[in-house]
């Protein structure tokens, strides 16, 4: 159960507080989480009261939690939620905040402990937090504690990191400070954790003795939605690859921690980020590939626009909406093993997944026979994050016959055949550790800007030699020939999607 405190949410008639924040805050509620005094205060521009936000967010949220929703949990979320109109950039709002928090937990009896979180546009967070800096809100000298969540994205290269961090860092400490990846409030992210570490089987073969290469495949079958503005400004690479792939990649790579404390987490996954080669200008242009799709077909046959013809897209927008990658680990465990990253919009289908491919056998037993080495493909563990989430693992045996053939065969994990879960948006368990203070899910700003170092180059040279080529691929395919080539020049190629319907919407 968390502990008694407000939450403020700053931005609250945006898209991120119906889509999840409110619905997590349901969850919550439904799951016996939330204590009796606990208080949602929501902020924005609009000239709302109370009773009129609550039936603003019963109508736009509805849909977001899932079928069948909890009566009595909806509720109890309605009703804890209030409204303040402000504009974050006028400075006389803040006193008039810290005015309306000190009466909630003085005659309204709450107890004042403060989560802020700032689901604005970026650019306003560190006037936000300046500004509740400057009235006392993020002071913890009297006993209760106050957090700021901050979302992404978190700055625009390593400058603005940095920048941006130091900001946070003037009105509060690191420990205050939770930098959000959704990435990792997914189960099946924080699942390759379990897998690696709660079995003795698979960590001493996680490494450079037997796996050959891995891949890290995030592939969304939507475009850019509504949100063409913010992604002509930063496009695949900024969008995906500090964040959320980053993420994943030193999950998978880490070494062991020797507690599950939150800095000792952090310090293995900043490290790993840390011994990610650097790329030099000549390597940005042998390995990373980048895309941008034109019109395709749905599978049914129906047109769908280029990136260019979507809304508050530049028409002649060189922004890419395809990266990929190639990346070398200079540790012990993974020397010489590339990691290869991808993700893209308007791709064939939408799924994240993790694939370890292991080393060829030696297949010296099979050398008499009409098998080659090169016929007998090695095995792979594949992690499937999203949607089907499970985990195969891929291997060859004898099929039945006077012959000795081989084939390749699946054994294959699904976590819905194993566990129930209730719908949730990813955020629940974010919002959660943060409510109790465990800040193991979250970014610390030195791995925030380990992450940004990797990309700086990247998006350097990227902006020095504007691409001629775009669009470079069909919406519902695969991305650019140069993301093939990107691993057939080492005599490799994309694991291919089991799942994936041809289903672009
Ligand atoms: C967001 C990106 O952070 O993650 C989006 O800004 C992307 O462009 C989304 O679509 C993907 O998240 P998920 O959970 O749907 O894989």
Redesign the pocket.
Known sequence: MAPPHIMVIFGASGDLNRRKLIPAIYSLYRDGLLPEQFTVLGLDRQELDDEAFRERLDGDCREFLGTDPDAVAWQSTLQSVYHMTVDVTDPDMYPRLAERLAEMTGAGGLVPNFLFYLATLPRFFAGITAGLGRVGLLDEAGGNWRRVIVE??FGHDLQSARDMNRQLHEVMGEHQIYRID??LG?ETVQNILAFRFANSTIEPIWNRQYIDHVQIT?A?S?G?GG?GR??DQ?GALR??IP??LLAVLSIVAMEPSNSFNADAIRDEQTKVLRAIQPFSHDEVLTSTVRGQYGPGMQADGTHIPGYREEAEVAPDSKTETYAAMKLMIDTWRWAGVPFYLRTG?RLPG?Y?EVVIQYKHAPNIMFRDSLLKRENVPPNTLVLRL?PDEGIGMNFNAKIPGHALNLGTVQMNFRYDDYFEHAPAT?YETLLHDCMTGDATLFKRADNIEAGWELVDPVMEVWSALPVHDFPNYAAGTWGPAAGEQLLARDGRVWHACEACRADVT
């Open positions: 992404k994205p959704h990435y997914k995030v969304e939507i850019v949100r913010y992604y930063s969008d995906m964040n959320h919009k939408r994240t999203q990813g």
